[in-house]
């Protein structure tokens, strides 16, 4: 099996820098390939713990202070920030990094952390219009060769005469991952602007029918299906026997027997199962999504048990 593994964390629900630290540290010892955090403003259960932190703050201070993980989001609401900023500050923490970022972006879809913090939340039709438009400002922002400018004719973000001076580290711009259930426009998108398109939070063979449908749009808009990375995000509860797997369930207050029917959750045996039936639907990469984050042992167990299975 050769699927690559990434840690997938949830911050919101209550998480300091220095945790989300210890974390991307622990992966990048135990050999995962990336780190990667939720863009969010309000925690979805529970009362928030220490409150939240900004995504690509984070992000630069962990750009600094790890050295070969891949570090991004999954993924960024288009609705926090302009396009145009974001670019730059993106590319900033891709060369603070060296070259190991990557965007994911949506259109964003939580509407209570938009009311909490004076977010505008427009309708879904126009946060994809808006989305659809981000990313052809932050593409053509990149892709800008030097003495040259950008312009965009934008309904919601026109750009005009951007000198585009800050640049990513990666040659081609940092690789955009594009994820959701949508039928027309997400796969459209993801085809255009993406390296990568992500399925989240779906049983193995409601994943597979996207990653055939986002592969056959990109057949017929003349694109190599095989250059879009095909990806899943899968909760993650793992442990060597059933008391440490009900203490890891119960300490994210999910149901162990639910997590075993709609997650990665098991022996390491029993996940890596999961994880090749992902890889049977043509998934190449799995985020696991890790909501205890004070237990390293959990990631030491991943690895031991599961990545190691699979190298």
């Known amino acids: 099996m050769t699927v690559d593994l990434r840690i997938f964390t949830e911050p919101q629900q209550g998480a300091t820098y220095d945790d989300l630290l210890a974390v991307a540290r622990a992966a990048e010892d135990l050999g995962f390939s990336g780190f990667f955090r939720s863009d969010h403003y309000l925690h979805m259960g529970g009362d928030g713990g220490v409150g939240p932190t900004d995504a690509w703050t984070t992000l630069a201070g962990l750009a600094r202070e790890t050295s070969t993980i891949r570090l991004g989001t999954l993924v960024t609401s288009a609705t926090f920030r302009l ?34 913090y004076g977010i505008p939340f427009p309708p879904l039709g126009e946060r994809f219009d808006r989305l659809e438009e981000q990313l052809a400002v932050i593409t ?74 986002v592969r056959g749009v990109a057949a017929d808009a003349g694109r190599d299906p095989g250059s879009l990375t095909c990806s899943a995000a899968q909760i993650v509860c793992v442990g060597r026997d059933e008391a440490t797997l009900r203490r890891r369930a119960d300490a994210i207050g999910r149901d162990l027997d639910e997590l075993r029917s709609n997650g990665l959750a098991g022996s390491p045996d029993e996940v890596v199962e999961k994880l090749a039936a992902f890889e049977a639907e043509g998934a190449e990469r799995l985020y696991l999504q890790v909501l205890d984050l004070s237990d390293l042992d959990h990631l030491a167990d991943i690895a031991d048990g599961v990545l190691h299975q699979l190298v």
């Open 83 to 116: 396009p145009g900023p974001l670019a730059i500050q993106v590319a900033g923490v891709d060369q603070m990094s060296g070259g190991r970022v990557e965007l994911g972006l949506g259109a964003g879809w939580f509407e209570a952390e938009h009311t909490a």
């Open 140 to 213: 053509g922002l990149w892709a800008t060769e030097p003495g040259a400018t950008f312009s965009h004719d934008g309904t919601h973000y026109p750009v005009t005469d951007s000198p585009a001076l800050v640049q990513p580290s990666q040659r081609h711009g940092v690789p955009i991952i594009i994820g959701g259930g949508g039928r027309r426009r997400t796969p459209a998108l993801a085809v255009r602007y993406a390296a990568e398109f992500n399925a989240p939070f779906m049983a193995a063979p409601d994943a597979g029918r996207l990653f055939e449908r």
